[in-house]
């Protein structure tokens, strides 16, 4: 098995600070988000935040990727290209964003209403969220994969959403997808065993109905068969001895 990469302190740092700049980023388009906006909007507004700090858009031309922003809305999962598509009132939109700066990545999304949305949206999003932060209670130095993934398991399924099985959270650093992978649904105590100094993508992608998905026309949006809306959040953590951090 492979073996996770560590990064320094120092290296840490300057992904403390590319992630700064990503959750300001993402603070700013959630703001952002009402009726009648459109997709690429949030893009261009996603991308000026991001260059105006002297970054790079991580997703923007990474394996062909056109944008700055994965924008999911709904049933769409992940990798929603941002268009012409205008926000309604009562959709749920996921917004998915790397950061580059100083040859480190960081990697984070979050999912926000429009306007006013259903009990059952609200159900979602807030299970999403409180999934990931069952990760952060957890995640330290000498934990397995696996525990991440129960974690995110037995919250979601308690709470009575399904979780997207094929889609799953990764190391990030000097690249943007590295070991290993963590996935949404696992066994405690399985796994490779996530030493002090890596770095850590984790994000559940949950669904109202089945977990099954399918890709779009376009090449890169994953939606679910069935439907259903679907929520996403995710943060870049740092794992420590005596537990994580957030770093975006």
């Given amino acids: 098995m492979p073996s996770c990469h560590t990064y320094t302190k120092g290296e840490i740092a300057l992904m403390r600070k590319g992630g700064a700049i990503l959750r300001g980023c ?22 000026e935040f991001i260059r105006a700090r002297a970054a790079v858009p991580g997703f923007k031309g990474y394996q062909g990727f056109p944008a700055t922003l994965c924008t999911s809305v709904n ?7 941002p268009g ?11 917004m998915d964003c790397g950061v580059l700066l100083d040859g480190f990545y960081t990697d984070a999304c ?9 009990s059952d949206a609200l159900h ?3 299970t999403t969220q409180g999934a990931l932060d069952a990760v952060v209670a957890i995640a330290k130095a000498g934990v397995r994969v696996g525990d991440l993934s129960a974690a995110v398991q037995a919250y979601a399924e308690e709470r009575g959403c399904a979780l997207v099985r094929s889609l799953t959270g990764h190391g990030v650093g000097r690249n943007l997808h590295e070991f290993p992978d963590i996935p949404n649904v696992g066994t405690a105590g399985s796994g490779a065993i996530l030493p002090a100094g890596c770095v850590i993508a984790v994000e ?34 740092a794992i420590l001895e005596s537990g994580c951090e957030v770093l975006a």
């Fill in 26 to 47: 993402l603070q700013m388009l959630e703001g952002a988000v009402h009726p009648g906006i459109t997709t690429e909007e949030l893009d261009a507004r996603a991308e």
């Fill in 75 to 81: 049933e769409e999962c992940v990798h929603g290209i």
């Fill in 84 to 94: 012409k598509r205008v926000l309604e009132e009562g959709d749920i939109i996921a």
């Fill in 110 to 118: 979050i999912t926000v209403p429009v306007g006013t949305v259903s």
């Fill in 124 to 126: 979602l999003m807030d």
């Fill in 204 to 237: 559940p992608i949950l669904v109202l109905g089945d977990w099954q998905i399918v890709q779009q026309q376009d090449g890169w949006t994953l939606s679910t068969r069935d439907g259903g809306i679907s929520a996403h959040f995710e943060y870049t953590i």
